[in-house]
């Protein structure tokens, strides 16, 4: 509100600039924007990448009033000279801890270079280490620092009540899914390490009868902000993200929040379990450690004082995964078919037609493996020709019934001194060979001897 307050409405050039480390969050902050600033007809623009340019361009010429971006974007509208941000009066710095970690603050120095002096800046961000205080003083004037919670609280929320478990990683996929039909489950956040392994997991899901769905960043942004709404619609119930949207998202009624993996730090962790618990609510935190990951989570249970340093060992027929979760005798690890349906599903979600700026990995990798298996199926393969094997010795064709020459009925080898003698270099040990198989063998005689000297029958008796 402190933006929409302080910018002048109406202008062809926007008075306040919003920077976000991703788009789910621009998304997220322009939606908030619009529904206060909406008896002031403040006029919002998003601007990220993945989303064609031409809509976004069309939108600066018409005029706006507070742009809300990413500063990759930001930038490439900026030197094709489509956004003056040179009457900008207000800037704001969402999640700057997060931009810090995802490289952005080259771009937050080039953004900041463009804007006027005479400006107010406003930075928000959920921790605050050594770098932020010094980016805060740096850009800052005569800041006033505003905590949104009592310096007595403890880091991590205190209104999410924590499990942290021991699990195997081949038992991990059934310890979720018991820990999604525990009692009183709504929507629910599932957070992996890897895109690869939000796949996987939100597959298997799947093929277990959860209306699950994957947001990371190989997905097409139409994909990302597909799956988003559905989550936000209840047309899924469990949303199985890598760490982009662990920053700032805000989605009512998120129950549980399940880290499948150790997440790497312990802002990671405190970050991860805020969705859930928002707004004065209360909600419940899944954290599975697998056997190597033990040192990394002592590390953040001592960094937020937490009371797991020994993880319990659990496994999928544990009683106590049952009783803490409550979640009821005879569950397995597939949803029951009468449970199934009650989600309407991703599909029931339109995709967007957006106008995609740029193609995802996977993407360009199905691309090219349907290419490459239709070109082999139009490609004529060639006929298999007979080949005929040619006997040869010293260069000459061998029949194969006399092992002679054909072009000689006699039988005799060709002369061959008629030849220079570099173009017969093996017919002398041919010769040779020849003449050695076809000498009779001889019989061997052995002479017993005696001193050196033979020794006769008689004798030797």
Known sequence: MAVLQRIEHGGTRPRGLVLTPTRELAMQVTDDLLVAGGKLGTRVLPVYGGRAYEPQIEALREGVDVVVGTPGRLLDLVKQRHLDLSRIDVLVLDEADRMLDLGFLPDIERIVDLLPQARQTMLFSATMPGEIVALSRRYLRRPTNVRAEAHSEPDATPQVVQHVWQTHQLDRPEVLAR???AEGRGLTMVFCQTKRACDRVASDLSHRGFAAAAVHGDLGQGQRERALRAFRNGKIDVLVATD?????????????????ECPDSAD????????????????????????????????????????????EETYSTSEHLYEALGIPKGVTGTLPKEQRGERAGLAAEELEDIGETGRTRSAVRDRDRDRDRDRDRERPRPRRRKRNRVRTRAGQPVDSAGG?????????????????????????????????????????????????KPVTADEST
């Open 268 to 311: 990671t962790y405190v970050h991860r379990i805020g969705r859930t618990g928002r707004a004065g609510r209360t909600g419940t935190a899944v954290t599975l450690v697998d056997w190597a990951d033990l040192q990394r989570w002592k590390l953040i249970n001592g960094t937020l004082d937490l009371p797991f340093a020994a993880p």
């Open 179 to 181: 820990v999604l039909q």
């Open 244 to 260: 982009v949207a662990a920053r700032g998202l805000d989605v009512d009624d998120v129950t549980h929040v399940v880290n499948y």
């Open 404 to 452: 002679h020459d054909d072009a000689s009925p006699s039988g005799e080898r060709p002369a061959s001194s008629d030849r220079p003698a570099s173009d017969r270099p093996d017919e002398a040990a041919d010769n040779v060979v020849q003449a050695v198989a076809t000498e009779p063998r001889r019989t061997r005689r052995r002479r017993r001897t005696r001193s050196g």
